[in-house]
């Protein structure tokens, strides 16, 4: 990925005029958490962590998140749930859906709170899984990536939408998602896949639907994923589902964003990796490093925030975790 100089001086995130929300401020990052993945239709994991991979998952007062070394899913109450790694957690009522990451197969499984009844029910590849009251939305990678639906049990699969499906969101009664055949653009449907609405034409990665605002990334993947280049502006920009208007959050580089509350965590982007660090900053433009090292899909569960750490030069590549709350 092609690196971008953001001077020696941090430039904290610019609000360019917005008036943001502050409803949530005075919630605990687990209140908040909570009211995120309960919509109109209650939903199995926010959408901002979904677009981070679905590593963590908040529910009931329980964390469930990927274990440090083999990403296997534990909890909070310090129970391991699989011998496999997982990705994509959803926790809706009495179940948890997760991918099985082995050997990158991302087959669908569900199973009860407590481990138990563990079962394939969607074979893979699946990934940005999104579950909610209504049944399971998801890429289908064996579909060259196109918009699926199945039922809760896995039943009745099908093709909602030919596109290349990527960033699933479930916002209100709409499925927001990113069409890679179509140069990224942002999308929404309804959930039989009958409606579609183009939202933006903008090149888009890190799409994140909450508080009728449409967050996203100006980011461009090349179609060959072997030379993956960034030849957008890597600002966070973000559009008025009400007003039909596009304006810019941030005025420093950045990726793998989620937002919860009031606060934005991102992969603060500098030229050397090794330079990156993982922030947070507030609608006022409030800005605090939370770890001075490089760190990707980042995903909140609790007073939590998990990311992906790598050093490949050390052969290094584990799940760590900063306190962001309590």
Same mark, same amino acid.
């Given at each position: 990925m092609k690196r971008f100089l953001? $001077? *020696?001086?941090?430039? *904290?995130?610019? &609000?360019?005029?917005?008036?943001?929300?502050? =409803?949530?401020?005075?919630?605990?990052?687990?209140?908040?958490?909570? #009211?995120? @993945? =309960?919509?109109?239709?209650?939903?199995?994991? #926010?959408?901002?962590?979904?677009?981070?991979? $679905? $590593?963590?998952?908040? @529910?009931d007062g329980i964390a469930y998140f990927q274990d440090s070394k083999d990403f296997h899913m534990v909890t909070s109450e310090g129970k391991s749930l699989t011998q496999c790694p997982v990705y994509f957690i959803n926790v809706l009522d009495d179940y948890i859906y997760y991918c099985d990451g082995t050997d990158s197969k991302f087959d669908i499984h569900r199973m009860k709170k407590d481990g138990s009844q563990d079962e394939k029910i969607i074979d893979g590849q699946c990934y940005y899984v999104q579950v909610d009251s209504n049944g399971i939305y998801f890429s289908n990678y064996h579909d060259n990536k196109k918009l699926y639906r199945a039922n809760l049990d896995g039943s009745d699969k099908r093709a909602l939408k030919d596109v290349g499906a990527a960033y699933i969101n479930l916002y209100e009664d709409d499925i927001y998602y990113i069409d890679e055949n179509d140069d990224y653009k942002i999308y929404k449907t309804d959930k039989n896949g009958e409606r579609t609405v183009l939202i933006s034409d903008s090149s888009? @990665?890190?799409?994140?639907?909450?508080?009728?605002?449409?967050?996203?990334?100006?980011?461009?993947?090349?179609?060959?994923?072997?030379?993956? =280049?960034?030849?957008?502006?890597?600002? &966070?920009?973000?559009?008025s589902l009400s007003e039909d208007k596009t304006e810019c959050v941030s005025s420093v580089q950045m990726l793998d964003v989620n937002i919860i509350g009031d606060k934005i965590y991102y992969r603060e982007l500098h030229e050397n990796e090794s330079d990156d660090k993982i922030c947070a900053v507030d609608f006022d433009g409030n800005r605090n490093v939370l770890a001075q090292e490089n760190g990707s899909y980042l995903t909140v569960a609790g007073d939590n925030l998990y990311y992906l750490f790598r050093d490949l030069d050390k052969d290094i590549m584990e799940i760590r975790s900063v306190k962001i709350g309590g």
């Open positions: 953001i $001077g *020696a001086a941090v430039v *904290a995130l610019l &609000l360019c005029g917005c008036n943001m929300k502050k =409803e949530n401020d005075a919630a605990t990052q687990t209140d908040i958490q909570q #009211t995120q @993945s =309960e919509q109109t239709v209650k939903t199995g994991n #926010t959408n901002a962590n979904i677009s981070n991979l $679905g $590593g963590a998952c908040y @529910s888009a @990665s890190n799409l994140i639907l909450m508080d009728d605002y449409a967050y996203y990334i100006n980011f461009m993947h090349k179609p060959d994923l072997t030379k993956r =280049e960034a030849i957008g502006d890597n600002l &966070l920009y973000r559009i």
